[in-house]
């Protein structure tokens, strides 16, 4: 019912449905929460779990050289399919064997770009579908999202807010913190998922000067798509308002 689609997919983004994306051949599928609670699936990582590779070398794959099949599914046009040779990061200079594997995040890559992928050569994953499959048919690393800027200089540099509902203790942990921006990272980074997000202008940011560090390819979210933040104990002078009229 998903047209084929590989065993191993990564989660590109979650609505009402869950959409999934094949990294070995840019074929997606959404699925619905009837069909999901039907046949539930678990992943292999969280994204604390990603580790980050630098790219070494990048081919994109043509049509022709695509897998093709009968009753495949539909195939993205959004994303570019390609090989990639990656390195851990931390190994860049200590190991110069690259790893090969193919991914779905080739309109976003070149050469010298960070990228965080699961290391499933050597990964302790316990998965029984994992277990079944022949070595074969798994890949040595599965590139998940392109990595930008450091994540401290990304808050730094961040002029907007989110609002959430006060009274909640647990939200001001260190995890809950470190989700929170890796989710307004994901809204900057994808366009079409902030388009149903109320995102306000943060007026009590300090403006951050650009330095040799930044990223010119690090993705903003624009002055334009920004709400300004009005007190509701303020007139529109941004004056205390006056008492109320009975």
Known sequence: SLGGIGLICVVNKVSQNVHLIDPDSCQFAEINATTYF???FTSLCRQRDLVEYTVINIEHINNKERKNFSGQGKISQKHILADCWVVKTSDLGV?????HCRTFLGHLLNI????LGLDLKNSNVNNQ?????????????VLVKKHYADKTLR???RRWKLKHMEGFPHMDTESCNDEYADFAADLEEDAQMRQNVNI??????IPVQS???DDPECPQIT???MLEDLDIGADATGEEGGGMIE
Not at 112 to 115: F, K, Q
């Open 155 to 157: 808050n730094r540099k």
């Open 223 to 225: 002055l334009a798509e």
């Open 129 to 141: 579908e994992l277990e079944q499959l022949t070595t074969d048919k798994i890949p040595d690393v």
């Open 211 to 213: 330095g040799e560090d």
């Open 200 to 205: 306000y202008r943060d007026t009590a940011k």
């Open 95 to 99: 190991d110069d064997n690259p790893v």
């Open 112 to 115: 010298g770009d960070s990228v």
């Open 38 to 40: 039907k046949m539930p």
